[in-house]
């Protein structure tokens, strides 16, 4: 049997394990995912950022040709012939046309390169006046009439993965050719000069990272929310399939105690049968011997003893009886709390002769139930003269009946010697008695009874403080 259960739990077992393994392993996979996932829309974000700042260096780029070829080139030329802007009035007149044109605009820094000498003519620094142009790409492109953009500083990146540190300063640097516009067809044909613009991305370039590590950690969360879910589940589950399993053990000892309970009673009923026969021929015998008048006093003690006897067998061999072949129960109304009274006046005299107290909670009350009065009565007997064998210098019984849920709840308590936890769990076996006399048949006989009404019994004990018995008996309404 029990290799059978194991055969039956393994693979539920195995499954769940195998939950368990993708639950764990969906978890990492995800947390490995989530990085490319968060990299990929902060590069999103950064290429829309820097998209976007690049228009806006075109657009400014396009108003600063225009304003300073018509507002500073034509002029310039007309009043001094040539542009000269070591000249202070002519740089300063550049500088007016340059700061009017990006005022309002977030632009950190213009420059303005002359292509024939190679260096920059003007700048909004002062200090970079005169420094040599360096042949980069984007100047080469601008001086071939396109323009090009990209960030002065690389992205601090960590560990080549794509994340980038918080903090740094990122700037934009945007190329954009200086053209002439012919006068006759007002369309730019000719490269003048270079324009440089700088333009400050820092604080926007910031607000990107920070939403790159928010999304990588609300993804850590997510997940590790639904693993933690279903880790509880998986959890559930198997103490679900213990618990059926244990439940499923329990039966399986039940059924083979029920069996092996079987068995007996069958050996048990054929015993008893073989022994009645040649037991009452004894004591019928006995008693005719007793009866004789001729008999001597001798004889007739010892037909007492065997009348005594007889009598203790049969009884014994009664009990096997009802072991062996419990009595199906004639279902009728009755009182519940009438069966119990009758028990405790009959056994009065024993309680008065041991100083036993017995409380109760009848007080008059019926407590209807369809049971079989006989078999109940004697039940309750066992159980009562058990309770007295237990209280050898005297104490108390207590008798508690409760109606709950269309059910009597009987305990009966007593204050004896108790019960070890080794001989508890024993006490409804067949056969089992710590006393030196009795078939160790009248708990299971009790139990029989109990069951046979649909009902259950249960014992608790303490060693040294006493017993307690719980029966729980249908109204059977």
């Avoid at 490319?36 to 700042?53: E, H, N, R, W």
């Avoid at 305990?411 to 056969?431: A, M, R, Y």
């Amino acid at each position: 049997m029990v290799s059978s259960q194991q055969q039956d739990t393994r693979p539920e077992g195995k499954q769940f394990r195998l939950v368990k393994f993708f639950a764990y392993a969906s978890f990492l996979v995800l947390i490995i995912f989530s990085f490319p996932f968060s990299v990929v829309i902060s590069k999103q974000a950064k290429q829309i950022l820097m998209k976007s700042y690049e228009n806006y260096a075109l657009l400014l780029g396009e108003n600063l040709n225009h304003q300073v070829f018509h507002s500073f080139v034509i002029p310039v030329t007309r009043r001094y012939g040539k542009i000269r802007l070591r000249d202070r009035e002519q740089y300063e007149w550049m500088d007016r046309i340059v700061k009017v044109t990006i005022h309002g605009f977030k632009i950190d820094l213009v420059n303005i390169y002359d292509i024939g000498k190679g260096v920059i003519a003007y700048s909004t620094d002062p200090s970079l006046l005169g420094r040599k142009a360096k042949e980069t790409q984007g100047y080469k492109k601008a001086l071939n009439g396109e323009y090009f953009s990209g960030l002065l500083e690389e992205p601090n990146d960590l560990w080549g993965l794509g994340i980038e540190k918080i903090g740094g300063e990122k700037k934009l640097r945007t190329y954009i050719p200086f053209k002439g516009v012919d006068p006759f067809t007002g369309q730019s044909s000719y490269v003048l000069g270079v324009f440089e613009l700088i333009q400050d991305l820092s604080q926007e370039y910031r607000s990107i990272v920070k939403l790159q590590y928010i999304i990588f950690a609300l993804s850590i969360l997510i997940m590790g929310l639904i693993f933690i879910a279903l880790l509880l589940i998986v959890r559930k589950a198997e103490k679900t399939i213990e618990q059926r399993a244990m439940e499923q053990r329990e039966l399986e000892a039940q059924l083979n105690h029920a069996e092996r309970l079987a068995a007996l009673g069958q050996m048990c009923a054929g015993v008893s049968h073989e022994i009645r026969n040649p037991l009452g021929i004894i004591r019928s015998t006995a008693e005719l011997l007793e009866s004789m008048p001729d008999s001597e006093e001798a004889r007739k003690n010892l037909s007492k003893v065997i009348i005594e006897e007889s009598s203790r067998l049969n009884n014994i061999v009664t009990e096997f009886l009802d072991f062996a072949r419990p009595m199906e129960p004639d279902l009728q109304e009755c009182c519940l709390g009438e069966i119990i009274r009758k028990n405790l006046e009959f056994l009065k005299p024993e309680f008065e002769k041991e100083n036993i107290k017995v409380r109760h909670n009848l007080n008059g009350r019926s407590f209807k139930i369809k049971a079989d009065p006989e078999l109940l009565y004697r039940s309750f007997l066992n159980i009562f003269l058990n309770a007295v064998q237990a209280m050898t210098k005297g104490g108390t019984i207590n008798v508690n009946v409760a109606e709950k849920r269309g059910r009597y709840v009987i305990d009966i308590e007593d204050t004896g010697c108790g019960i070890s936890k080794e001989n508890l769990n024993k006490i409804f076996n067949p056969f089992f008695s710590t006393k030196d006399k009795g078939s160790g048949l009248g708990a299971s006989i009790v139990r029989n009874i109990i069951e046979g009404h649909r009902g259950s019994i249960h014992v608790e004990s303490e060693e040294g403080v006493g017993t307690k018995v719980i029966i729980n008996l249908p109204k059977g309404e």
